[in-house]
């Protein structure tokens, strides 16, 4: 699946050059606050097909739809409900994606078959100058080797997708270092499917019902790509309550709050001043003992609060 023609990649700080190739049927990765987008015209269909492609991902994990303004919405989803509505004005642009119902326009490949969308309006400046270049709303996968930890530089992308796109927009590593958080609007009442820098609590601030997503076995995946291995090195990840317990085994590498007994012991060693500092740093942690070809990542747990949660479940599905 991975084998396609070598294509030239080219490399561009400037989003007006980067839009271009999405108005023209290509793939143009770009930054956004969370992690590195694959960006695509959401309403070419073979342009779709191509972002499967490059990224080796399975048809049935949905993309999100990323758009330059709110008035844009309208071209994806059918309606916006009350809900969703209070979500929009108080946290776009940022890190949170809502799951409206779609327009019959948005073709079942971007949203794999299901009747939902989710549409993102990110924050990061350079995404939302190439955006409004596109003209067009962006679908838009993290821009990673499906499988592998999303990319929050550029050199990340180029890593893995070198020769497979026709372009990457450079600009800073990403704000916060993990996804969006994703809530589900399309129902009675709202669900959060994915965790991330927008906190349940902070939903729940604005429409006190939302809830949390609780899998149930014998309902069909709400979130699709939540079943997917994700987030995940090559190394095996070990997650540990307390830095001071861990014994570090051969070529093993350590990420977390505080430094553990015999630091030196470790290939690489990273303590990160907060929550937000561990999840600015854990995808690129995890691919950098990759590069090392480290054998195990051991990863302290942080509180279950606030990005600490998200950072957790990252965790987790890491460790799995
Ligand atoms: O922060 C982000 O969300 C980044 C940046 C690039 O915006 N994008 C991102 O996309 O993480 P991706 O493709 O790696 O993850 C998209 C996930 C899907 O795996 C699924 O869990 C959820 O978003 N999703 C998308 N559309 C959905 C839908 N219609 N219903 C439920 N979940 C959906
Ligand atoms: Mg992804």
Same mark, same amino acid.
């Given at each position: 699946?991975?084998?396609?023609?070598?294509? /030239?990649?080219?490399?561009?700080?400037?989003?007006?050059?980067?839009?271009?190739?999405?108005?023209?049927?290509?793939?143009?990765?770009?930054?956004?606050?969370?992690?590195?987008?694959?960006?695509?015209?959401?309403?070419?269909?073979?342009?779709?097909?191509?972002?499967?492609?490059?990224?080796?991902?399975?048809?049935?994990?949905?993309?999100?739809?990323?758009?330059?303004?709110?008035?844009?919405?309208?071209?994806?989803?059918?309606?916006?409900?009350?809900?969703? /509505?209070?979500?929009?004005?108080?946290?776009?642009?940022?890190?949170?994606?809502?799951?409206?119902?779609?327009?019959?326009?948005?073709?079942?490949?971007?949203?794999?078959?299901?009747?939902?969308?989710?549409?993102?309006?990110?924050l990061n400046r350079l995404a939302q100058e190439f955006?409004?270049?596109?003209?067009?709303?962006?679908?838009?996968?993290?821009?990673?080797?499906?499988?592998?930890?999303?990319?929050?530089?550029?050199?990340?992308?180029?890593?893995?997708?070198?020769?497979?796109?026709?372009?990457?927009? =450079?600009?800073?590593?990403?704000?916060?270092?993990? %996804?969006?958080?994703?809530?589900?609007?399309?129902?009675?009442?709202?669900?959060?499917?994915?965790?991330?820098?927008?906190?349940?609590? =902070?939903? /729940?601030?604005?429409?006190?019902?939302? /809830?949390?997503?609780?899998?149930?076995?014998?309902?069909?995946?709400?979130?699709?790509?939540?079943?997917?291995?994700?987030?995940?090195?090559?190394?095996?990840?070990?997650?540990?309550?307390?830095?001071?317990?861990?014994?570090?085994?051969?070529?093993?590498?350590?990420?977390?709050?505080?430094?553990? %007994?015999?630091?030196?012991?470790?290939?690489?060693?990273?303590?990160?001043?907060?929550?937000?500092?561990?999840?600015?740093?854990?995808?690129?942690?995890?691919? %950098?003992?990759?590069?090392?070809?480290?054998?195990?990542?051991?990863?302290?747990?942080?509180?279950?609060?606030?990005?600490?949660?998200?950072?957790?479940?990252?965790?987790?599905?890491?460790?799995?």
């Open positions: 699946m991975l084998n396609t023609t070598k294509i /030239q990649t080219i490399l561009t700080s400037d989003p007006k050059k980067a839009a271009k190739f999405i108005k023209s049927g290509g793939l143009a990765a770009f930054p956004t606050e969370t992690v590195y987008g694959l960006g695509v015209d959401v309403f070419n269909r073979a342009a779709i097909e191509k972002v499967f492609i490059a990224k080796g991902r399975p048809g049935d994990n949905p993309l999100i739809v990323h758009v330059a303004n709110r008035d844009d919405i309208g071209l994806i989803a059918v309606e916006i409900p009350p809900s969703a /509505q209070k979500f929009i004005e108080k946290f776009y642009p940022g890190p949170l994606t809502v799951v409206l119902r779609k327009r019959s326009e948005i073709s079942d490949l971007v949203t794999a078959g299901l009747d939902t969308v989710g549409v993102r309006m990110p955006l409004r270049g596109c003209g067009t709303p962006v679908a838009a996968p993290s821009a990673n080797l499906s499988g592998r930890p999303s990319p929050t530089t550029w050199q990340a992308v180029y890593e893995d997708l070198n020769g497979r796109i026709d372009c990457i927009l =450079q600009g800073e590593a990403t704000d916060i270092g993990l %996804e969006s958080t994703v809530v589900d609007c399309a129902g009675i009442t709202p669900v959060v499917l994915r965790q991330g820098a927008v906190s349940l609590e =902070q939903l /729940q601030e604005v429409v006190p019902e939302t /809830q949390s997503y609780v899998p149930d076995s014998s309902e069909i995946s709400r979130s699709p790509g939540m079943k997917h291995r994700h987030y995940s090195p090559s190394a095996k990840v070990v997650l540990v309550n307390d830095a001071k317990d861990v014994l570090a085994a051969e070529d093993s590498a350590f990420i977390g709050l505080s430094k553990p %007994e015999n630091a030196r012991a470790f290939r690489l060693v990273k303590i990160c001043a907060d929550a937000a500092g561990y999840a600015h740093e854990l995808y690129e942690f995890f691919r %950098e003992c990759d590069r090392r070809g480290l054998k195990t990542i051991y990863c302290e747990l942080p509180d279950n609060a606030g990005l600490g949660v998200a950072l957790l479940d990252r965790l987790r599905r890491a460790a799995e």
